[in-house]
């Protein structure tokens, strides 16, 4: 962002890891519908570590595509890829993306629609009334409703889905949550809306159209035991009060930094003014 650069609206920000096969098809998605939104934006796409070539994928595009940035991360897990690009992020909204855009982009605009005064979280939700899954295979879907009942006991009651990739945040409630995030890998959203809950945060479940698409890095049988350590860290994390202190330093902004929260950005440019 150049000096005097207006900041960005919404700032998108895409964890992947080992995402060269279908990062393309997906930047092209969402570059083709903020084309047709009159708001400024930005788009965080971090690289956590990826062995394949999603970083060529990325700067491929950054030549053409102005608003794209890209965060070189080594591998530690999407929560701790999703925290680096929040707290790079610019926008007034930061909306939480995967990178296969299991929910289409378009409904981008379904959580942006009157943001009321006081809401400050809205997640997407494949449970929630109106909400649908296409193509998820049963037994997927049985472990990850087993796994949020888990999470409705012991954490975040009242949530049907906290799993869901997609959400939309206040910039100052972002930087807030994940000040405090500890959880580096896939219970990170668990943590996020715990915390959330705990520091008197409104949360609002969006109903979305949810596409099940091949090769998710997600290992049922494994992901699924580490996910459950995590969730005993963040109760343990609770009752030792760590939730009530930053956990990582704020950082500072500055828009020609090769560095931000400790990892390496590349920004060609960043936000830029869309066509009407």
């Known amino acids: 962002m150049s000096a005097g650069a207006p900041r960005p609206e919404l700032s998108i920000i895409i964890p992947a890891y080992n995402e060269a096969r279908r990062l393309s098809e997906s930047i092209a998605q969402l570059q083709s519908y903020l084309q047709t939104q009159r708001f400024l934006s930005e788009v965080i796409i971090v690289d956590d570590g990826s062995t394949d070539s999603t970083a060529a994928v990325v700067r491929s595009w950054m030549g053409r595509w102005h608003a794209l940035r890209l965060i070189r991360a080594p591998h530690q897990g999407k929560g701790s890829a999703v925290r680096a690009g929040a707290l790079a992020a610019q926008g007034a909204w930061i909306y939480l993306a995967d990178a296969d855009f299991s929910v289409p982009v378009e409904e981008i605009s379904c959580f942006l629609k009157e943001p009321p005064p006081r809401e400050d979280l809205r997640i997407g939700s494949r449970e929630a009334p109106g909400a649908r899954r296409y193509g998820e295979p049963y037994f997927r879907h049985v472990m990850g409703r087993v796994f949020n009942l888990v999470v409705r006991m012991l954490l975040v009651p009242g949530v049907s889905d906290t799993q869901c990739g ?111």
């Open 166 to 276: 997609f959400k939309l945040l206040r910039r100052e409630v972002a930087l807030d949550l994940f000040l405090h995030q500890t959880i580096p890998g896939w219970a990170f959203d668990v943590e996020l809306l715990y915390i959330a809950r705990a520091r008197g945060y409104s949360v609002r479940e969006i109903p979305v159209p949810w596409y099940f698409r091949t090769g998710s890095k997600v290992h049922p049988a494994r992901d699924t035991i580490g996910m459950l350590r995590d969730l005993f860290a963040i109760w343990r994390n609770a009752l030792r009060g760590r939730y009530q202190r930053r956990v990582v330093p704020h950082p500072t902004y500055a828009p020609e930094s090769e560095v931000i929260a400790g990892f390496e950005i590349e920004t060609p440019h960043s936000a830029t003014s869309l066509p009407d």
